[in-house]
């Protein structure tokens, strides 16, 4: 047998790789081998034979090695990294949004018909009274509420679609249930995440409607409710708040992770531009307000009842209540326009800026 030596030639010289026989003199001619193909794409230079070079060209940004590693993590690690990432965008996007969650919250519990007027009038005398930073008062309770609330939705939400089956490695997963999974796995992270930082959301919207020095911090707030009232009273409007965040959450996370699966398929794009992960966090929470806002009207009415000194006492009887003197529109969708406003911008920014900082933290591991 002939031993055929590794020799290193330009790549633009080369036709085809030299098959050496211990049989003929001749040259033999055949197609470059993929190995060989390759090291002329990467490099310019060609190896005869399969066996390509070593690489001397320093470290190279593979184009699936990022990918292959965000599949490759643990469960722990996916745990702890969702926490991180889903904290940081509930903050970020209830920062953002908190002056109209305020104005709409005060709309939500009276019975003033909601026009932009109105709502132009009651930042002004907010900023009045309280100064710019009345805008965001509530804004503390509603951070040690949402950093929680965030880091345990969607890290719930990833655990629950593995515990349905759906593919969380891959971003397309073409399996006939995956829609009635996308939206279940959105359903029970709203339930597990709303269930376990209920008191706090209650306490917000106490201290959203109450002037400066009445309920100062979550402390003032908890004391007040323990002293008048009873430990039922921190999970009161928690039915309805359930029943709203079942949709809600389901729509949610339904749409948005739909939204991205044909994005991919339609486009090949596997990995989505962090302006295509906003656009389509938007679109969810316009979605997902619509349809569960009749029911946060109700919540709402509950929650801040012993600050309003109004009777809203049951899901049914505070539903009656509201249509008998407020009516549909009037009652069940007050400040639904604001919310597609500040809901859209609020869910964009969480989806988006969940991803940018989980996949962040999981490429540096």
């Known amino acids: 047998m002939v031993d055929v030596a590794y020799t290193t030639i330009p790549a633009h010289n080369i036709t085809s790789s030299t098959n050496i026989s ?6 033999a001619r ?3 081998s993929p190995s060989a193909l390759s090291v002329i794409s990467s490099h310019g230079t060609a190896t005869m034979g399969d066996k390509p070079s070593e690489d001397i060209s320093g470290p190279q940004e593979p184009s699936g090695a990022q990918e292959i590693k965000l599949t490759e993590i643990s469960n722990t690690t996916r745990v702890w990294t ?3 990432a889903g904290a940081v965008a509930g903050a970020i996007a209830k920062t953002a949004i908190a002056p109209l969650d305020r104005t709409k919250i005060n709309f939500q519990i009276h019975r003033e018909p909601y026009s932009v007027r109105g709502v132009v009038k009651f930042l002004q005398e907010t900023i009045y009274k309280e100064g710019i930073v009345g805008l965001w008062r509530g804004n503390s309770a509603t951070m040690a509420r949402i950093v929680p609330y965030g880091a345990i939705q969607f890290t719930s939400h990833e655990q629950w679609k593995r515990v349905l089956g759906l593919n969380v490695t891959s971003p397309i997963d073409h399996s006939e249930d995956a829609h009635i999974k996308r939206f279940l796995a959105g359903s029970l992270a709203g339930v597990t995440s709303q269930s376990l930082t209920y008191p706090l ?3 917000r919207a106490r201290m959203a409607v109450t002037s400066k020095g009445e309920l100062n911090s979550l402390r003032s707030v908890f004391r007040v409710m323990w002293q008048q009232e009873s430990i039922l009273a921190f999970y009161r409007g928690y039915l309805p708040t359930l029943l709203g965040v079942i949709p809600y959450a389901g729509l949610s996370f339904f749409t948005y992770d739909t939204l991205k699966h044909h994005y991919r398929v339609w486009l090949g794009d596997e990995k989505p531009s962090q302006l295509i992960n906003l656009a389509c966090g938007a679109i ?3 979605i997902a307000q619509t349809g569960s806002y009749p029911l946060d009207i109700v919540r709402r009415r509950m929650q801040t009842a012993a600050v309003t000194g109004e009777h809203y006492d049951t899901i049914i009887g505070s539903l009656s ?8 529109r009037g009652g069940f969708f007050k400040g639904l326009s604001m919310n597609w406003v500040k809901g859209p911008i609020a869910v964009g920014i969480g989806f988006a800026s ?6 962040h933290l999981r490429r540096v591991l």
């Open 22 to 27: 211990p049989f003929s003199s001749s040259v």
């Open 30 to 32: 055949r197609p470059p």
């Open 82 to 84: 969702g926490l991180v």
């Open 201 to 203: 959301d209650l306490a």
């Open 284 to 286: 969810a929470g316009a």
């Open 321 to 328: 209540k509201i249509y008998r003197e407020e009516g549909i």
């Open 354 to 359: 969940n991803e940018f900082v989980r996949d």
